[in-house]
């Protein structure tokens, strides 16, 4: 009789909405923003050399891409709601790593870090699959830019701001924002996601289903439109700096296009709703292409370096854009049997990227400028271009009653 008496809401765990996965994406892209122009800086003060700071960044990036390939076994074992709190976890150790700022400690510090965005946006991406229906995957991939615009419009300013005010300041800051996070999601109360078993064992390591990612020619092609995609944002963000300082603008106007750019995001449900009037693969095609040839405008125009910054912050206009839409190739084609495994191997992309993009600049500027490199970022968007040619038409597109 008692039970009678109880709040539904306390008996059952509410139903998952967009706008809560937005929060929680917008609370991290409050810890990352904060850490995106602190952590080099930080980095670069502790080991002293350009050289050093560039091979801590690739090791991370190398470590964090095999943790989050082991996230799915690992959730196999450990609840999903646990391996999250854990990912809330190593942004805190690596925050308390950073604060410590000792020679052995910040390559540590990003090291947790990354294998930190790594768990929590594998766990993230696999309740977005459970709990978003296709339809709405994209006003879902809406919904968390406009949450995350302002902390990345203000975050890596701020950054750098409250790190000449005191050294561990923003990463203090940012472990306040990481407990919110850890806050957020458990108040949101979404357990371990919808269990959906297979008709088969499950796979016994990752490399089972790897093979089943490269078994399917449209999963790739969304992974490798992923990868793109960040490769583009990297040499944005770092080598556009860069070439500023290079070219006598100084070292504010890469961060002023940073943060205006990232205010773009502000307009993602304008853009979604231009994009769902075409098809995705209209839509992701164009942006691949318009972003493309502003990349090799920017090289081209190299001698005038503010018409290189112009034409830079206007592919970063489609940048945005592929981030509303350019991960829905994948996300549509996923298996609900293979939620978790296959938001892993998309959780990649930004290893990946992070490898390749500063292993390409180094075999660029060996035989061209600094310039060289925006010229580069453009060929390889066109062959995303090409390459998103060969996506359903009618991807994405509202099916009728009928159909």
């Not at 998952?16 to 929060?23: D, I, N, Q």
């Not at 082991?70 to 450990?78: L, N």
């Not at 005191?166 to 924002?177: D, E, N, Q, R, S």
């Not at 970063?316 to 829905?328: P, T």
Request: hydrophobic share 55%; with cysteine; net charge positive.
């Amino acid at each position: 009789m008692a039970n009678k008496f109880i709040p539904l809401h306390l008996k059952h765990a509410p139903t998952p909405r967009v706008e809560s996965f937005a929060l929680l994406s917008g609370i991290e892209s409050a810890v990352r923003g904060m850490l995106v122009s602190a952590m080099p800086l930080a980095v670069y003060d502790a080991l002293g050399s350009a050289e050093a700071t560039s091979s801590a960044y690739f090791v991370a990036g190398i470590v964090s891409m095999i943790w989050g390939l082991m996230v799915p076994w690992a959730t196999r074992h450990i609840p999903r709601r646990w391996m999250y709190t854990l990912g809330c976890g190593l942004y805190l150790v690596g925050m308390g790593l950073a604060i410590i700022g000792t020679g052995w400690a910040l390559p540590l510090a990003l090291m947790c870090l990354a294998m930190a965005t790594a768990t929590t946006f594998v766990c993230l991406n696999a309740y977005i699959l459970d709990y978003i229906d296709r339809q709405n995957l994209g006003r879902s991939q809406s919904m968390q830019m406009v949450f995350s615009a302002g902390p990345w419009a203000v975050g890596p300013l701020l950054g750098v701001w409250l790190r000449s005010v005191w050294a561990p300041l923003p990463f203090l800051v940012a472990g306040g924002c990481a407990i919110a996070l850890l806050v957020a999601f458990w108040v949101l109360r979404l357990g371990n996601g919808k269990q959906i078993s297979r008709s088969k064992g499950p796979a016994a390591n990752p490399l089972a289903y790897l093979s089943r990612f490269f078994a399917q020619p449209r999963l790739i092609a969304g992974w490798l439109f992923a990868v793109m995609r960040s490769c583009g944002w990297w040499v944005y963000v770092v080598y556009l700096p860069i070439f500023c300082i290079e070219a006598g603008l100084g070292d504010k106007v890469g961060g002023v296009a940073l943060s205006l750019s990232n205010a773009l995001l502000f307009a993602s449900p304008v853009m979604l709703r231009h994009a769902r009037a075409a098809s995705v693969r209209r839509t992701v095609r164009f942006a691949f292409g318009a972003c493309g040839l502003l990349f090799i405008a920017a090289a081209l125009f190299a001698p005038l370096p503010w018409a290189t910054v112009a034409a830079c912050m206007a592919a970063a206009v489609f940048l945005v854009l592929l981030d509303i839409v350019g991960g829905l190739p994948f996300l549509m084609a996923v298996k609900p049997s293979e939620r978790t495994e296959m938001s892993a191997v998309y959780s990649s992309f930004r290893d990946v990227s992070g490898i390749l993009t500063p292993g390409a600049a180094w075999l660029v500027l060996l035989v061209a400028p600094l310039p060289g490199i925006f010229a580069a970022s453009g060929v390889g968007m066109l062959v995303a271009w090409a390459i998103s040619g060969r996506l359903h038409p009618r991807l994405g597109s509202q099916r009728g009653s009928a159909a």
